[in-house]
């Protein structure tokens, strides 16, 4: 059965730091693209970042420069560094699995991380 | 920047009922549309792909439609548990927007 479990969500004050982690299991890692996703308050689902299974990235605009995407697939794990941190980052975050190495349609989603940006 | 939009935001609609949401991109996405359902406070869960071929596992009662700008997520027979919020996303091209979402509530 395919899992994603989310991890490393937390209260961080505006302009901190936070390293989110998606460990996956159940399928070949390195072979599909992964993706986070997040939901805002009050607000639709946002795209935010996509790896290929090679390690090719893209970024929404709003986080360019302060978000990093990143993978270990030798761990089976996905990551998302998030810098400069602002209360607009506020969210759950959701890592999704691709159905391809290249970005594309996500077919199973992971129960989610909590980010919350205040002082 | 492809802009989705869904109409309409908000309906209800009877169990029983057959409902269609509709989902328009800015400009031409061949048929790199999703539909996604979410719950409150639940992960989103992937309903269709590729406009009209239904993600393994999803009952039949949910079909996909459309291509280029156009497309629509027809439920039939309503349920219950059906009621929640629907979301397209078109990946034809970065970034890969969402819809601002359709909530489907029990009249």
């Known amino acids: 059965e395919v899992q994603l479990l989310e991890s490393g969500g937390a209260l961080v004050p505006p302009g901190g730091s936070l390293r989110l982690s998606c460990a996956a299991s159940g399928f070949t890692f390195s072979s599909y693209a992964m993706t986070w996703v997040r939901h805002a308050p009050g607000k639709g689902l946002e795209w935010v970042s996509s790896i290929s299974g090679g390690g090719g990235s893209t970024y929404t605009d709003s986080v360019k420069g302060r978000f990093g995407i990143s993978r270990d697939n030798s761990k089976n794990t996905l990551y998302l560094q998030m810098n400069s941190l602002r209360a607009e980052d506020t969210a759950v975050y959701y890592c999704?699995?691709?159905?391809?190495?290249?970005?594309?349609?996500?077919?199973?989603w992971g129960k989610g991380a909590t980010v919350t940006v205040s002082s | 920047d492809i802009q989705m939009t869904q109409s309409p935001s908000s309906f209800s609609a009877s169990v029983g009922d057959r409902v269609t949401i509709t989902c328009r991109a800015s400009q031409d996405i061949s048929n790199y549309l999703a539909w996604f359902q979410q719950k409150p406070g639940k992960a989103p869960k992937s309903l269709i792909y590729?406009?009209?071929s239904l993600q393994s596992g999803v009952p039949s009662k949910f079909s996909g439609s459309g291509y280029g700008t156009d497309f629509t997520l027809t439920i039939n027979s309503l349920q219950p548990e059906d009621f929640a919020t629907y979301y397209c996303q078109q990946y034809n091209s970065y970034p890969y927007n969402f819809g601002q979402g359709t909530k489907l509530e029990i009249k």
């Open positions: 999704a699995k691709g159905v391809d190495f290249l970005p594309s349609y996500m077919d199973v």
């Open positions: 590729a406009a009209s």
